[in-house]
């Protein structure tokens, strides 16, 4: 690793205190926070390694290639609504304003969910490029906008085709709204996949510890600059589906200016890290604080 991420003035557990470089600005919505420019805008940093992570030990960094266009397939975790863990139908949003209006989906097909954000090894092995700020082969991949994820999933799909690693029917993909939700609840109605809390008798302020072992948010993020699968998954074995980067989503209103985004990230508030929180953004905004995560699933003639 070799950056320190910083989001608030001091981190509250004494062993991870240090100054900020970077104050966290309030997020009514998320566009106070966003870098909003176009796609070929980029922020580099060079700042001094400080890892901290509070779990499992880190996968290894693929080789080559072709394992780590390998390795992205065999991650993807296959969801099969109707059968075992998988509801036929599952209740989507909520009353709260920045949710989906509640309702029920049922999803019409089987698909695969990759269990991680996509990673900068994995971009940088389709498209030749990283424009993440904060560097790591395993670390998630940010400062992209809505079209440069949509560019990456059609160029992933040929490289994968080619290689025989999907069928030729099968494509690579951003999530709809509703798969990604259904997928982030895992089967659960609550607020969290784990819960209706994120907080445990005397947090206060930004300290969410029964969030901590899910998710990276602005109460745990300052001096950790992980890896994406450190923390626990969700029940159906997806990672930081809570937090670390917010997620580029496709919507019905494909053709808007606006894209929608999901999950929360690490410098905001638990209470914008729900399963229903979605948020509206202009297509060209990018962040270090947005990235997003890939389907695999038949091509819709």
């Known amino acids: 690793m070799t950056h320190q991420r910083s989001n608030v003035t001091t981190v509250g557990t004494p062993s991870a205190q240090f100054k900020s470089q970077h104050i966290r600005r309030p997020l009514t919505t998320l566009t106070l926070a966003l870098l909003i420019a176009g796609c070929q805008a980029q922020t580099s940093t060079d700042a001094v390694v400080a890892q901290e992570t509070q779990a499992a030990k880190p996968a290894a960094t693929s080789k080559s290639g072709d394992d780590i266009l390998k390795r992205f397939v065999e991650e993807c975790v296959l969801i099969e609504p109707g059968k075992g863990e998988f509801p036929a139908e599952q209740t989507l949003g909520s009353a709260e ?32 490029a990283d424009p993440s700020r904060w560097k790591g082969p395993r670390n998630s991949l940010e400062m992209v906008c809505y079209d440069d994820a949509v560019q990456f999933c059609k160029s992933l799909t040929s490289k994968l085709r080619t290689k025989g690693l999907i069928e030729q029917t099968d494509v690579v993909r951003l999530p709809t709204e509703y798969e990604w939700e259904y997928c982030c609840r895992a089967g659960t109605n609550t607020k969290y996949s784990f819960g209706d809390s994120a907080v445990a008798d005397g947090d206060s302020g930004n300290i969410a510890s029964v969030l901590n072992a899910y998710a990276w948010h602005t109460g745990n993020a300052a001096g950790n600059d992980p890896e994406v699968g450190v923390l626990k998954p969700n029940p159906w074995k ?58 695999i699933a038949p091509q819709i003639e």
């Open 97 to 128: 304003k920045r949710s989906l209006p509640v309702s029920q989906w049922k999803p019409e097909k089987p698909f695969r969910m990759s269990q991680f954000e996509v990673t900068q090894e994995l971009y940088k092995t389709v498209t030749g």
């Open 238 to 295: 997806l990672y930081d589906m809570h937090g670390y980067l917010w997620e580029y989503v496709t919507s019905d209103e494909a053709d808007s200016p606006e894209k929608i985004i999901r999950g929360g990230s690490w410098r905001d508030h638990h209470s914008l890290l729900t399963s229903t929180v979605r948020i509206s953004i202009p297509s060209h905004a990018m962040s270090d604080a947005i990235g997003f995560r890939c389907v």
